[in-house]
C-alpha cells in the first residue's frame, strides 16, 4: 500500500512558478509510475503529465508541455511538478497518483492510489 500526501500548493500570480511536491510512503517508491493530475471547480479531472518507473521517461499534456516539468528522487520517495509561466487556467487541485510497474499513462483509471490534492491557484 501506499500513501501519497501532496504539498507546495498556493497562491501565485500570473507567469509564476510553484514546485509541488508528493511524498510516498513505503519502500517500494522506485516500482511506481507517477501522475499529476488537476481538477477545477466545474472541470473534469485532467491529466498534467505523467513518469515512468524507470524514470526515464516522461509525458505531458499539450495544455503544459513546456512549462511544467515532472521528475522523481527515489531516495526522498518523492515525485516532483515544476510549474513556470503559470497561467489563470492552470487554477486548479492537483495530485499525485501512482501505479506500481506504472508507464506514468495518461489514464486516471489505471492508478491505483490517490494523495489528497493541494490547491493551486493563479490570480492577480
Known amino acids: 500500500q501506499v500513501q501519497l500526501v501532496e504539498s507546495g500548493g498556493g497562491l501565485v500570480q500570473p507567469g509564476g512558478s510553484l514546485r509541488l511536491s508528493c511524498a510516498a510512503s513505503?519502500?517500494?517508491?522506485?516500482?511506481?509510475?507517477l501522475g499529476w493530475f488537476r481538477q477545477a471547480p466545474g472541470n473534469e479531472r485532467e491529466f498534467v503529465g505523467g513518469?515512468?518507473?524507470?524514470?526515464?521517461?516522461?509525458n505531458y499534456a499539450d495544455s503544459v508541455k513546456g512549462r511544467f516539468t515532472i521528475s522523481r528522487d527515489n531516495a526522498k520517495n518523492t515525485v516532483y511538478l515544476q510549474m513556470n509561466s503559470l497561467k489563470p487556467e492552470d487554477t486548479a487541485v492537483y495530485y499525485c497518483?501512482?501505479?506500481?510497474w506504472g508507464v506514468g499513462s495518461d489514464s486516471d483509471r489505471l492508478y491505483e492510489h490517490w494523495g489528497q490534492g493541494t490547491q493551486v491557484t493563479v490570480s492577480s
Open positions: 513518469i515512468n518507473w524507470r524514470g526515464d521517461r516522461t
Open positions: 513505503g519502500r517500494t517508491f522506485s516500482r511506481y509510475g
Open positions: 497518483a501512482a501505479r506500481q
